[in-house]
């Protein structure tokens, strides 16, 4: 038996992994961007790992936000 969760009266869970998210995302795009730009102005070679790490992490973050705030302007 599948219980329906009610939008409005979220878990705790749910609540802190929202919370979690919406602090983690800035941080560690902010982040990214800052080394990304630091290895540009001093012509520092960032390894292949990073750029292969945050270019999709950011386009990731970035086409979901996207998509959620045309979803939402559709509703």
């Given at each position: ?6 939008k409005s009266s979220p878990t705790l869970v ?37 750029l292969g790490l945050a270019i999709p992490c ?18």
């Amino acid at each position: 038996m599948s219980q329906q969760r009610n939008k409005s009266s979220p878990t705790l869970v749910e609540v802190f992994t929202e919370l979690f998210r919406a602090a983690a995302r800035p941080a560690v795009t902010i982040i990214f961007a800052a080394v990304i730009a630091q290895a540009v102005v001093q012509g520092i070679a960032v390894p292949e790992w990073f750029l292969g790490l945050a270019i999709p992490c950011i386009t990731w973050w970035f086409a979901e936000r996207t998509l959620t705030h045309v979803k939402e302007k559709k509703e």
